[in-house]
């Protein structure tokens, strides 16, 4: 499986809403009803963290303003209103089929 | 507190071996899935290994396939990558991840530990 994002870089005034595409090559879609897409963020000198899981899950500690949707093989994490510590790069993964892939990467910078 | 914790990476040769290692914390390390992904210097991440809970599945990325071993240890709480007849694309940070399995997510990261392969 391929996994494909877009935008690879934005620059984001805080306060405003961003958003990373992330496209898969074949459907992520199990049977059980869950789509199985991540969404990662490695801070500045940090290892990656999860923000989303299955698609649209929040992760514990994840704030309220990230959010994750979609199903099959197209997908969108929200940010609806950046701040500061929101920098880095995001990781789209698929994990229905090993080898597990990821996307490129984002890289979300403040303006 | 949950925690992982990588080590014994290290400059080595092409054609060299190495044995990285993670040790857990803080969770019951038997019931978790654990994983290897890496990262090579300014490149995104790639997945590299997993390996069940009891040891009893085992998966890897065809890069390493052949070349490198991953294993665990319950009774140390401690998860291993041997890898040998390394090469320069081999250069990377090394980080294991924990999977609670029932998500297929990778829900907790160690801080990674540095591998170099150079002449």
């Known amino acids: 499986i391929v996994m494909t994002q877009s935008p690879l870089s934005m620059s984001v005034t805080p306060g405003e809403a961003a958003s990373i595409s992330c496209r898969s090559s074949q459907s992520l879609l199990h049977s059980n009803g869950n789509n199985y897409l991540d969404w990662y963020v490695q801070k500045p000198g940090q290892s990656p963290q999860l923000v989303i899981y299955v698609a649209s899950s929040r992760a514990s500690g994840v704030p309220d303003r990230f959010s994750g949707s979609g199903s099959g093989t197209d997908f969108t994490l929200k940010i609806s209103r950046v701040e500061a510590e929101d920098v880095g790069v995001y990781y789209c993964m698929e994990s229905l089929q090993t080898p597990w892939a990821f996307g490129q990467g984002t890289r979300v910078e403040i303006k | ?119």
């Open chain 2, 1 to 119: 507190e949950a925690q992982l914790v990588e080590s014994g990476g290290d400059l080595v040769q092409p054609g060299g071996s190495l044995r990285l290692s993670c040790t857990a914390s803080g969770f019951t390390f038997s019931s978790y899935y654990m994983h290897w992904v890496r990262q090579a210097p300014g490149e995104g991440l790639v997945w590299v290994s997993q390996i069940k809970g009891d040891g009893s599945t085992i998966r890897y990325a065809d890069p390493v396939q052949g070349r490198f071993t991953i294993s665990r240890d319950n009774a140390k709480n401690t998860l291993y990558l041997q890898m040998d007849s390394l090469r320069v694309e081999d250069t990377a940070i090394y980080y294991c991840a924990r999977d609670p399995q029932s998500d297929l997510t990778l829900d907790l990261w160690g801080q990674g530990t540095l591998v170099t392969v150079s002449s």
